[in-house]
């Protein structure tokens, strides 16, 4: 980056920036000054010109005080206009005085135009001015700098008119320290007023495309560009490529004070600058001009995909459309990532990496919504209580985390979530019926009625503790596998049980030791499975003496606990539920036998029935085909009677099964328990 | 044979949080001021239980009983009340007429579910023969119905395993076990159950499987007393099963230990595992323990020829000068028993002897009653793990398994799988794993060791001239290290083969 002196700039009228809503005027307005000025000057058409600056007058003069600078010597120029058309007839002439007296309150330092208007017309302006106003000549040393008359930006001009009395001014530039006075001004009173400044800094003057960008320097934020730099500025611009319009505004980093200082420019959906400024710019203390900054665009390519039907992008809640969402250009940042599906939601916090490609699958949860506490009965700690409730979704990550609304009721709020099916899972909070109120029953319902009861006490040290933790956690369901069944010995390797017949292809042998995994010691089987779990490639390679054998890892199949404390049952349900939803072929099967388990722990085994009889898994080893069978036996055992006959069937599929297990691979075998549950029936 | 349900085993302390822990089920109606004071009574004394004040809590819940006997509460004193006759008393027996009571007039309260499966186990510990489970398998079955959802029903699913295990229903038992488990993988007694289903399998005769679960407890409860107890059973089993390394005599055990018994002639082995030696001169039983002998039983016991130890580790010493000796005193030599080779307690606690000279083997209930099984006479005898015995009889030159009705599962011809033949069996052991060692002398192969697996195949043997031991071995017994201890009379040692 080469830097350059600061060239003399055009003299810039430096005036706060108006609000935008009155910045904005019609345009049509502009064209109808401009032809009420040639409607006069080329045609003579007095009336047509006048009647066309009226308009003007009437569009503009309501929000005066709120015009920009540019609107405001438009309606100047109109009202010196009409005092000139005004004073040509004798009929509108006294409306002339009345146009100035507009003008001078509008825009005290205007200088009426003295080829238009007539000496005596002249005179009656300064008269008027001089009866309401005193003069105060000003000098800036040096110029460019920020002028403001009584905490106002005031343009930069060499004479003011200011109305009698105490008015304080300052003066300011960058890289100098700023001037600031009060004056008295008293009738027909004319002062003088120099502003000299005093350098303490260098300054440096930034152009940056985009605009918008974040100034910091040595790490401290200045503010950001803003603007469009002018025509003035087209050869710089042309150095970068760039048209003026490209560029910001002029930014000017004021405050550099002598030594070595490290300048940051950053947009977002861009990559950052960093620029040195050494110290030939901060010695001896000068004004720069930097060569125009142009931030590169960084982004990355972002894919959304879902084996669910109809989800939506959002990021930071911005929507980008329907799933799938491929390879998108997204600003490299951190995102809010949601997904929003008919039944439940995704979210996910992402990281977009510039010109990296970040895909990924979006399964959705469960939609968990708190409907309040039942009650209006006030309690020590129910504030608390609350409290954590509404901020459980800060939490609890694997549910999409609904608070309840203010002053809605939680009859009402279920009846509503219901009706909208706006959840999958329902959250109430109940105080345990007692003279002091200490226990509070927190009930979580799936939408058809499966329900889990947890009493939390308002003031112990962490009443959702236990609840979050339960919440956060899920069963898993499957475990990666080599194919071999490894026992522990005490102060040895573990021994290799057994090997199906792929790992005894590859030449595992079953009763020798295995001393390695990936080349790194195995002392026990639970080692082993960590270490594994923690494999990242595809294959693993065991060592048993001999050379390493390497090994495909597959995933073997495991059952949810039928209990267990460490779950809660409803979003157990819930989220198998909406996994299903996604899941095809060997997943779905694997998915509707533990929805099926899921639904045994709330012993509702007819519906359990319901998914595992039509479902049919291709595995035959391990939790498979003949777990399913088991399992439809023991359903129909607990319907009574009457299915006896189906429960036989099942089991009698099950005891064909030879490598059939409950659990998980390491289980027991099916068939010998089937035939038990067989020999049972026939008693 | 596993050892007693951990529920009968609960430490004292931990009484009150089981109670704390009642469901919200209770449908019994009450004055609320009733409730109010039996609420302060039961907690009262579950304070004082807390700090071991048990005269004190006993007295609070009794006082509780009189002065609201139809509250919930006074059904969990009921409760409390019952286990402490079982886990501080040691009085099973007592617990009974709470629980009774409990039963009759609390079916509907929060303790009922538990009261039943606690008086289900009193039962069938006190039961004597498997017959006498039944009134145990009603209780836990009516705790399944009455009450499916509680979680008491995974004890009540245990309970029904162990019963119909120790009625030789195998598969029965397997599916208890393991439903038990399913209900309740996170329970207390959840590794206890997978422990059981394992040795089930084992005896079905599925190695393998038998392993895995073992090895799930040892994975998944790596910390617990199961996970210890499944660590010894899987290594047992792969050394004498899978590995089957060559007998080597690895010398004196406890290491460096040499002539420091007197004439040690007996072996067995307690239910922690640790090794019991009768010595001769002394006429008593001691215990091995870090390296010491420490003395069993209260005077000694001269004549003895046979040992046993109960699944409580009550010791049994068989004499031909004294009798049956038991910590309570002694009973003459039950008739036809004139040259006892070897006894052992089962399940029920009855005492197996086996005569030298008489045919069948002789067993002593509880109750002093006798029967005998018609079996050939037996020169040595050991417990099977499936619940029957294995006698050696040289008459038929084989080792037999036979069941508790006297029928033969497993005939194991002396010499089978061996090079050379023996003639004789001087004495058995068992493990808790099915395996059979036996100490051997004569023919071909001579003094020696041989190891069969519940199979009757054979997995081990070594001669004793091969190991280079010159002593007198008179009897074994298997380690849970895989090891065999073996007491040389002659120098006064116990020694180890590995």
Redesign the interface.
């Known amino acids: 980056m080469r830097l350059h002196p600061l060239r003399c700039l055009p003299a810039l009228i430096l005036v706060a920036a108006p609000a935008p809503e009155a910045a904005a005027q019609d345009p049509a307005l502009k064209d109808t000054f401009l032809q009420a000025k040639a409607l006069w000057s080329t045609q003579g058409n007095r009336e047509e010109a006048a009647g066309r600056f009226e308009k003007v007058i009437e569009a503009l003069a309501p929000k005066a005080a709120a015009l920009p600078p540019e609107w405001v010597q438009v309606l100047s120029e109109s009202y010196n206009w009409l005092a000139v058309l005004d004073d040509r007839s004798p009929q509108t002439r006294s409306r002339a005085r009345a146009r100035f007296e507009a003008l001078i309150a509008l825009n005290p330092d205007f200088e009426v135009d003295r080829g238009i208007t007539s000496s005596k017309l002249s005179a009656m302006y300064d008269t008027l001015k001089s009866e309401k106003l005193a003069s105060l000549r000003l000098s800036y040393a040096p110029e460019g700098g920020t002028l403001t008359v009584d905490g106002r930006p005031s343009a930069l001009l060499p004479r003011k008119f200011l109305p009698y009395g105490t008015h304080k001014l300052s003066y300011a530039k960058p890289g100098h320290a700023s001037f600031e006075t009060v004056v008295e001004l008293g009738p027909r009173e004319a002062k003088a007023l120099e502003f000299k400044l005093t350098r303490t800094s260098s300054t440096l003057t930034l152009f940056v495309n985009p605009s918008g960008a974040e100034v910091l320097l040595d790490g401290r934020a200045l503010g950001h560009t803003k603007g469009a730099a002018g025509p003035e500025s087209t050869a710089l611009a042309a150095k970068a490529n760039l048209r003026p319009e490209d560029l910001s505004e002029g930014f000017v980093v004021g405050d550099l004070k002598p030594g070595e200082h490290t300048l940051e420019i950053r947009a977002s959906c861009f990559r950052p600058k960093l620029l040195k400024v050494g110290r030939e710019l901060t010695e001896p203390m000068a004004d720069h001009l930097l060569e125009p900054v142009k931030l590169e665009a960084s982004k990355g390519l972002l894919t959304v995909q879902s084996p669910w039907e109809g989800g939506e992008l959002f990021l930071n809640g911005q929507s980008y459309g329907s799933l799938p969402v491929d390879k998108a250009p997204v600003c490299s940042g951190t995102y809010d990532l949601l997904v929003r599906f008919p039944s439940g939601g995704y979210s996910s916090r992402v990281e977009v990496l510039e010109g990296k490609p970040l895909s990924l699958e979006a399964r959705p949860r469960p939609r968990l919504a708190f409907v309040g506490l039942e009650g209006t009965q006030d309690f020590t700690g129910r504030a608390r209580l609350l409290s954590l409730l509404s901020s459980l979704g800060d939490k609890v990550h694997s549910v999409a985390y609904l608070p309840s609304r203010p002053g809605e009721s939680a009859k009402d709020a279920l009846a509503r979530l219901r009706a909208g099916r706006e959840a999958e899972l329902f959250l109430l909070a109940s105080p345990v019926p007692d003279k002091v109120i200490h226990q509070v029953a927190l009930q979580i319902s799936t939408f058809e009625g499966e329900e889990e009861r947890l009493v939390v006490k308002p003031l112990e040290a962490d009443p959702l503790g236990g609840l979050i933790q339960r919440l956060n956690a899920l069963p898993p369901l499957s475990e990666p596998s080599l194919g071999i ?6 102060g040895e390797a573990p ?1 290799v ?2 090997a199906d017949p792929m790992a005894l292809k590859a030449g595992v042998i079953a ?1 020798r030791s295995l001393t390695a995994l990936n080349g790194k010691p195995v002392t026990g ?2 080692a082993f ?1 960590q270490a594994l779990a923690e494999t990242k490639a595809d294959k693993a390679s065991i060592t048993q003496g001999a050379a390493p054998l390497p090994l495909g890892i597959t995933r073997e199949a495991l059952e949810i ?6 779950y809660v049952y409803p979003f157990l349900l819930s989220h198998l539920r909406l996994q299903l939803l996604g899941a095809r072929g060997e997943e779905a099967a694997q998915l509707k036998l533990n929805l099926a388990l899921a639904l045994m722990h709330f ?1 509702k085994f007819d519906k359990a029935l319901e998914l595992l009889r039509d479902t049919r898994l291709a595995a035959t080893r391990g939790v498979s085909q003949g777990t399913l069978d088991y399992y439809t036996g023991v359903c129909f055992l607990k319907l009574g009677g009457v299915y006896i006959s189906e429960a036989a069937q099942a089991f009698r599929a099950a005891l064909k099964a030879k490598d059939a297990t ?2 998980g691979p ?4 099916v068939a ?2 089937a ?3 067989l ?2 029936l026939k008693l | 044979m596993i050892p007693t349900p951990a529920r009968l085993r609960l430490p004292a302390l931990l009484l009150c949080a089981a109670s704390a822990q009642a469901p919200a089920m209770a449908s019994i109606e009450v004055p609320p001021q009733d409730g109010e004071l039996a609420e302060r009574l039961l907690r009262s004394g579950e304070r004082a239980y807390v700090a071991k004040s048990y005269k004190e809590a006993l007295d609070t819940w009794n006082q509780l009983l009189q002065s609201a006997p139809k509250t919930d509460q006074a059904a969990q004193a009921l409760l409390l009340l019952a286990r402490h006759q079982v886990v501080v008393e040691l009085k099973p027996e007592a617990a009974l007429p709470l629980l009774d009571r409990l039963k009759a007039e609390f079916i509907k309260s929060s303790a009922a579910p538990e009261g039943l499966v606690l008086r289900g186990e009193i039962l069938a510990r006190m039961a004597r023969k498997p017959s006498d489970l039944k009134d145990a398998i009603a209780e836990f079955n009516r705790v399944l119905d009455l009450f499916p959802d509680h979680a008491a029903g995974a004890d009540a699913l245990a309970g029904l395993g162990r019963a119909a295990r120790d009625q030789g229903q195998w598969g029965l038992a397997l599916g208890r076990f393991t439903e038990a488990y399913r209900t309740a993988p996170d329970g207390p007694g959840a590794c206890r159950s997978l422990l059981e289903a394992a040795e089930i399998l084992d005896v079905q005769g599925d190695l393998n499987g038998c392993l895995r679960l073992l090895q799930r407890i040892r994975t998944t409860a790596p910390q617990s007393p199961e996970a210890q107890e499944a660590a010894w059973r899987i290594l047992v089993r792969v050394r004498h099963r899978i590995q089957k390394p060559p007998l080597k005599l690895e010398g004196p055990w406890p290491a460096g230990k040499v002539k420091w018994l007197k004439t040690p002639t007996l072996l067995a082995t307690t239910a922690e595992g640790l090794p019991v030696v009768f010595q001769y001169d002394l006429d008593r039983a001691f215990l091995i323990r870090e390296g010491e002998a420490q003395p069993l039983g209260t005077a000694p016991v001269p004549g003895t020829r046979a040992m046993a130890l109960g699944a409580d580790d009550s010791l049994v010493l068989v004499s031909t000068k004294t009798g049956v000796s038991r910590t309570g005193g002694s009973t003459p030599l039950p008739p036809l028993i004139g040259a006892p080779t070897g006894a052992f307690l089962d399940r029920w606690g009855t005492l197996w002897v086996s005569d030298a000279k008489n045919a069948g083997l002789l067993l002593v209930g509880a109750d002093g009653t006798t029967r005998s099984l018609p079996t050939p006479a037996a020169v040595a005898l050991a417990a099977h793990p499936a619940g029957g015995a294995v006698l050696a009889s040289d008459g038929n030159r084989a080792l037999l398994v036979v069941n508790p009705e006297g029928q033969t599962l497993l005939s194991i011809p002396y010499g089978k799988d061996l090079p050379t033949a023996f003639k004789n069996v001087v004495a058995l052991a068992t493990d808790g794993a099915g395996h059979i060692a036996a100490l051997v002398d004569g023919g071909d192969f001579g003094e020696g060791v041989v190891v069969y697996g519940p199979d009757g195949a054979l997995l081990r043997q070594a001669t004793f001239k091969a190991l280079g031991i010159s002593g007198r071995i008179t009897s074994l017994a298997l380690d849970r290290q895989g090891g065999i201890l073996i007491c040389d009379r002659r120098n006064d040692t116990l020694l180890r083969l590995n």
């Open positions: 069944s490894l026992v522990d010995l005490r021994l049980l057994s009763g089987v639970l499975r606990p039928l209990t267990s404390s460490r012993r409950l659990f390491d289980g027991p075998l010998p328990l035939k038990a549950a020999d049972e």
